[in-house]
């Protein structure tokens, strides 16, 4: 098993550029979990879905952010339009059907907005 | 959820056991106890979790207090490879529970 595939795992833009964020969960996973990091607020839940549904949002910082799983193979993070303080690592993760506590993370995509 | 306290930072010798605790004495019935680490520039990795029970795997053992309030994880045999900030993590599980990391402990294996 690959585990969780994230890309890209770099991604270097200018303020006001739009940035997508790309996860493969896990297959056979029915849920998906996006996560941010910094060094100022830590591990940050952002959105999780259970099979394709987004279950909780309250996670996202704002307006700019937005997350979709069109399919059970495939979801987005899309940050519109992109912000310096949004410079962190976003993971991705999943997690097999029933439980929401054995999460399987990416490698992360390490974004910096200049 | 239960809040827990880990201390900050740790430090081991490499091949003795590393001993790291974690306080949640606000602990519910029906929680669990989980515990993940993030090794640098790395995504976090599940390590064991247990209700009331000791529990063993291949990376480590989980010790769980009689009265819940507090557990410690066990790496028997520490490498420079377990170097990482370790998690402890409460949650009552389910497929509609998110969990929350704090800050963890920052193991570091010496040679």
């Known amino acids: 098993d690959a585990g969780v595939i994230q890309s890209p795992r770099h991604e270097v833009t200018e303020m006001g550029q739009e940035v997508t964020l790309r996860c493969k969960p896990i297959?056979?996973?029915?849920?998906l979990f996006w996560y941010r990091q910094t060094m100022m607020r830590g591990l940050e839940l952002l959105i999780y879905?259970?099979?394709?549904?987004?279950?909780?949002d309250s996670g996202m910082p704002e307006d700019r952010f937005s997350a979709k799983m069109p399919n059970a193979s495939f979801s987005t993070l899309k940050i519109q339009p992109s912000e310096p303080r949004d410079s962190a690592v976003y993971f991705c993760?999943?997690?097999?059907?029933?439980?929401?506590?054995?999460?399987?993370f990416g490698s992360g995509t390490q974004l910096s907005v200049l | 959820d239960a809040k827990t306290t880990q201390p900050p930072s740790m430090d081991c010798a490499e091949g003795r056991a590393a001993n790291l605790p974690c306080n949640h004495s606000?602990?519910?019935?029906?929680?669990?106890v989980y515990w993940y680490r993030q090794i640098h520039s790395q995504g976090p990795q599940y390590i064991i979790h247990?209700?009331?029970n000791n529990e063993t795997n291949e990376m480590a053992s989980l010790i769980i207090t009689e009265d819940r309030k507090s557990s410690t994880l066990i790496l028997p045999h520490a490498t420079l490879r377990d170097t990482a900030v370790y998690y402890c993590?409460?949650?009552?599980?389910?497929?509609?529970?998110?969990?929350?990391f704090g800050k963890g402990t920052l193991l570091t294996v010496n040679p």
């Open positions: 993760a999943s997690s097999p059907f029933g439980t929401n506590e054995k999460l399987f």
């Open positions: 297959s056979g996973h029915n849920s």
């Open positions: 606000t602990i519910s019935g029906n929680e669990y």
């Open positions: 879905f259970n099979n394709n549904v987004p279950i909780d």
């Open positions: 993590i409460v949650s009552s599980g389910g497929s509609n529970y998110k969990l929350t």
């Open positions: 247990g209700l009331k």
